[in-house]
């Protein structure tokens, strides 16, 4: 019972995930359309947080194995 759990609130971590990503992208897209003195800059920090967001991401998982890998070894 508790796996199906997990895995429910995987799927839904996963989701909003997948959303979260499409908005940066579409983000990105529109401030690289729009002529307003703002729009450069706003594409610069979409850019940023497009790469940088799942790299930290990716980084919070792995450290999160690690730790989760240590309290099963612990007595």
């Given at each position: 019972?508790?796996?199906?759990?997990?895995s429910k609130s995987?799927?839904?971590?996963a989701a909003i995930g997948a959303i979260l990503l499409f908005g940066m992208y579409a983000g990105t897209l529109v401030f690289a359309l729009i002529d307003h003195?703002?729009?450069?800059g706003l594409l610069k920090a979409s850019i940023a947080c497009t790469i940088i967001l799942p790299v930290?991401?990716?980084?919070?998982?792995?450290v999160y194995r690690i730790i989760k890998k240590d309290e099963k070894t612990d007595p």
């Open positions: 019972m508790k796996n199906s759990k997990t995987k799927r839904i971590l003195p703002a729009a450069q930290l991401l990716y980084a919070f998982i792995l």
